[in-house]
């Protein structure tokens, strides 16, 4: 069975440090890798997604980036964090992102707090 | 434009009681898929149902049942006899056909009490 998993679980980071937050995928081959953000009491949004190794496309410009070394590896970047990126982020997989197989399946996500 | 409304912020009910969370959609494309998802307080996503726009049969899993009506573009979710593990934030979310995005709505805060 398929299993994604995020690290780390919580994060406290000052203004102006780098970000790095993992993501990475077990149990398939070529996932459709997302990230998302959550603020406080909000809903999702999309902030990118990639249907293959270095294949990146991001949905709103921000002060992060995306990259994806490997297959099932999908890593979330900052170079100077800013208050406003605090949030919950959470990664999610899928199969064929155009077609029916795209349900998304989430991690348990990363609660990061920038101060 | 596509659009999910959740019109309910917080709902708080009594263990045992029946509740219904209301999910309204926008959409012109004909194909379509409509999701729901719950989140608990450990903040993981738990990916609960997909119906696709030709399938109106409403759906029943346990003590969940889900009520699709695409004349008052809806998709309901209710759950019968509540328990305090049902409390959690419960997501609707539209993707419509040949695309990867996923429109979630605002969610509903769902707290049953013992």
């Known amino acids: 069975s398929q299993t994604i998993h995020q690290w780390p679980a919580t994060l406290v980071q000052p203004v102006g440090s780098p970000l790095s937050l993992e993501c990475t995928v077990e149990g398939t081959s070529n996932p459709n890798l997302y990230w998302y953000r959550q603020a406080a009491g909000r809903g999702l949004q999309l902030l990118f997604y990639?249907?293959?190794?270095?294949?990146i496309s991001s949905e709103v410009p921000q002060n992060l980036s995306a990259s994806r070394p490997q297959d099932r590896q999908f890593i979330l970047s900052s170079k100077k964090l800013l208050l406003s990126d605090s949030g919950f982020y959470l990664c999610a997989w899928s199969l064929e992102h155009r077609t029916f197989k795209n349900i998304q399946y989430f991690g348990a996500g990363t609660r990061l707090s920038v101060l | 434009a596509q659009k999910v409304t959740q019109a309910q912020t917080e709902i708080s009910v009594v263990e045992k009681e029946d509740v219904t969370l209301d999910c309204v959609y926008e959409t012109r494309d004909t194909t379509y898929y409509l999701f729901w998802y719950k989140q608990p307080p450990s903040g993981e996503l738990v990916f609960l149902i997909r119906?696709?726009?030709?399938?109106?049969q409403n759906e029943i899993s346990g003590r969940y049942s889900w009520n699709f009506q695409k004349s008052t573009s809806s998709f309901n979710f209710t759950i019968t006899a509540s328990q305090v593990v049902d409390s959690a934030v419960y997501f609707c979310a539209l993707r419509t056909s040949g695309t990867y995005k996923y429109i979630f709505g605002t969610g509903t805060r769902l707290k049953v009490l013992a």
């Open positions: 119906r696709n726009s030709f399938d109106e």
């Open positions: 990639s249907v293959g190794i270095g294949q």
